[in-house]
């Protein structure tokens, strides 16, 4: 009976243990309800709102936005609610007539987006506004928020800070996380069987095209070419544009749009320098190489025929950080067939101009991220801003081929690669412009065919129709008849034809009566 006695007190013991474990587990479990937002009615506490905007977006990539920016973010905070906001939907914009399209000012829109009843917090934007949302403060400075929260930059690359303190008085009013970078491959074959020293880092454009020309020789299918200007063969006269004169930041008109200011000596020695290379067979063109892509009888396809550098064929090639890609597929293909030889390749910084040192064609900024200053969130816009631009998120970015992260610490060269990657590091970006070029071009469409006119003037320079000379002083007269008249008048004052205000102002600016 004793027994039986001690043994039914340990089972009730035992019973009353249980319950207060299981009472205090209850306990736990409300506990951490209330601490995850539960609420008295059973509902979840309010979550902080942080609104980000875009120039761009629609309901329908949302999804791929959250993906890219903002997923990683909520999940590690679960408390705050991510709305994403664009300035400009592209389905509405698809739906538009063109005149509905043509009165849409982006600026003004991403202006609205920042300043209307329910502002955005944080705004993700191109490196090209970046500089009229400073002059206009609409972005708070991040530089006491960096100060204040140690907040560590110190193994950020040059091309990033440099780049965005630029446009703001040597001040911080956004953060990029990663960057893209034009830089110059070189064939190291090719400028030891030619006896040429290859290129080095911080180049001038004068010397790069000095060593272009003494490593180019060969006729015909032989022919090894100096340089491209890109690694696709497109046209020269785009060419020239967007890698070679961007960062002199030459203008073709004025700030208005009604001047033509091309008949230069600067626009001169741009387009001989340019036009010797063409003429000299420096750089090749499709007439040069012919058909690339014909695959002669008994012959493999080759997948990289079109690709002049990786078939030995040009010496030195403009391509931004993704071109390794190709690199690297070059390399697995040559190692499964003899026939084919993958170029032993290395890359320097893109040269640069005298007149624009630091300065390179191509360089990029990418999510831009800042704070807006009439944010109604901005402690949890500090925190994202952080976070995108913070060493978690740089690890996940770094194992792209195509962006570089913007920290120093992860910016490594892929597995079987050694090559010179500081060559992606170290230009700024071209300024964005003091004027409003959208606004001018919506204004003033004609804008375009005075563009165009150009590139015909420059193929003449290149078919040894016209010398430079003759070529800009014809561009200058003709852009000035599209862009004062629309049209054109006579000496009299009389609405002329296009063409026929064009052939007057040719005839007046030869002194023929």
């Known amino acids: 009976m004793v027994q039986h006695g001690k043994q039914a007190g340990q089972a009730g013991g035992w019973k009353r243990a249980v319950a207060a474990a299981l009472a205090a587990l209850m306990m736990?479990?409300?506990?951490?309800?209330?601490?995850?937002?539960?609420?008295?009615?059973?509902?979840?506490?309010?979550?902080?709102?942080?609104?980000?905007?875009?120039?761009?977006?629609?309901?329908?990539?949302?999804?791929?936005?959250?993906?890219?920016?903002?997923?990683?973010?909520?999940?590690?905070?679960?408390?705050?609610?991510?709305?994403?906001?664009?300035?400009?939907?592209?389905?509405?914009?698809?739906?538009?007539?063109?005149?509905?399209?043509?009165?849409i000012d982006p600026y003004e829109e991403l202006t609205k987006m920042l300043t209307g009843e329910n502002p955005v917090d944080v705004l993700i934007v191109e490196y090209s506004y970046l500089r009229r949302l400073i002059e206009d403060n609409l972005l708070q400075q991040l530089d006491p928020l960096i100060q204040r929260d140690k907040f560590d930059l110190e193994d950020f690359v040059p091309?990033?800070?440099?780049?965005?303190?630029?446009?703001?008085?040597?001040?911080?009013?956004?953060?990029?996380?990663?960057?893209?970078?034009?830089?110059?491959?070189?064939n190291k074959k090719l400028f030891t069987e030619a006896g040429v020293t290859p290129p080095t880092d911080n180049m001038f454009w004068t010397d790069a095209i000095d060593l272009a020309k003494r490593v180019s020789r060969g006729?015909?299918?032989?022919?090894?070419?100096?340089?491209?200007?890109?690694?696709?063969?497109?046209?020269?006269?785009?060419?020239?544009?967007?890698?070679?004169?961007?960062?002199?930041?030459?203008?073709?008109?004025?700030?208005?749009?009604?001047?033509?200011?091309?008949?230069?000596?600067?626009?001169?020695?741009?387009?001989t320098t340019m036009a010797d290379l063409y003429k000299n067979k420096v750089v090749p063109t499709w007439e040069d190489v012919g058909n690339v892509w014909e695959v002669r009888e008994g012959e493999t396809p080759n997948p990289f025929a079109g690709d002049l550098f990786i078939m030995g064929r040009v010496a030195m090639?403009?391509?931004d950080y993704s071109y390794i890609n190709e690199l690297q597929a070059a390399a697995e293909y040559a190692s499964q067939n003899a026939n084919f030889d993958a170029p032993d390749w290395d890359v320097v910084t893109l040269p640069q101009h005298e007149e624009a040192p630091g300065i390179g064609s191509n360089t990029y900024l990418n999510s831009l991220t800042a704070i807006n200053a009439k944010a109604q969130n901005p402690d949890d816009?500090?925190?994202?801003?952080?976070?995108?631009?913070?060493?978690?998120?740089?690890r996940l970015?770094?194992?792209?081929?195509?962006?570089?992260s913007a920290r120093k610490e992860f910016l490594k060269t892929p597995a079987g690669f050694n090559f010179n990657i500081e060559a992606f590091t170290t230009l700024k970006p071209v300024p964005p412009s003091n004027v409003d070029l959208d606004k001018?071009?919506?204004?003033?469409?004609?804008?375009?065919?005075?563009?165009?006119?150009?590139?015909?003037?420059?193929?003449?320079?290149?078919?040894?129709?016209?010398?430079?000379?003759?070529?800009?002083?014809?561009?200058?007269?003709?852009?000035?008849?599209?862009?004062?008249?629309?049209?054109?008048?006579?000496?009299?004052?009389?609405?002329?034809?296009?063409?026929?205000?064009?052939?007057?102002?040719?005839?007046?600016?030869?002194?023929?009566?």
């Open 28 to 103: 736990v479990s409300l506990l951490a309800a209330c601490s995850f937002g539960g609420s008295g009615s059973g509902g979840e506490a309010e979550k902080r709102v942080l609104r980000i905007g875009t120039m761009y977006g629609s309901a329908s990539d949302e999804v791929w936005f959250r993906q890219q920016y903002t997923d990683s973010f909520e999940l590690l905070n679960p408390d705050i609610e991510i709305q994403i906001v664009s300035a400009i939907d592209w389905n509405k914009q698809r739906f538009n007539t063109g005149d509905e399209q043509q009165q």
């Open 159 to 186: 091309t990033v800070l440099e780049g965005i303190k630029a446009l703001g008085d040597n001040n911080l009013y956004a953060l990029a996380p990663t960057f893209g970078a034009n830089a110059l491959y070189y």
């Open 219 to 271: 006729e015909g299918e032989d022919r090894t070419f100096g340089i491209m200007f890109s690694r696709w063969m497109g046209d020269p006269y785009y060419d020239m544009q967007y890698t070679y004169t961007a960062p002199l930041q030459l203008r073709m008109y004025d700030n208005n749009g009604e001047k033509m200011t091309v008949n230069t000596p600067v626009w001169e020695r741009v387009w």
């Open 317 to 319: 090639v403009t391509a």
């Open 381 to 394: 816009a500090w925190k994202y801003v952080q976070f995108i631009n913070g060493r978690d998120w740089a």
């Open 397 to 404: 970015k770094s194992r792209s081929m195509y962006e570089l």
């Open 440 to 513: 001018l071009y919506r204004n003033n469409p004609n804008l375009w065919q005075v563009e165009n006119i150009g590139r015909n003037k420059f193929q003449e320079v290149l078919q040894d129709q016209k010398s430079v000379k003759e070529a800009l002083a014809e561009w200058e007269t003709e852009g000035d008849a599209v862009l004062q008249n629309k049209g054109g008048t006579g000496e009299d004052g009389t609405v002329m034809p296009f063409e026929a205000a064009i052939k007057e102002k040719l005839e007046i600016a030869a002194g023929i009566e």
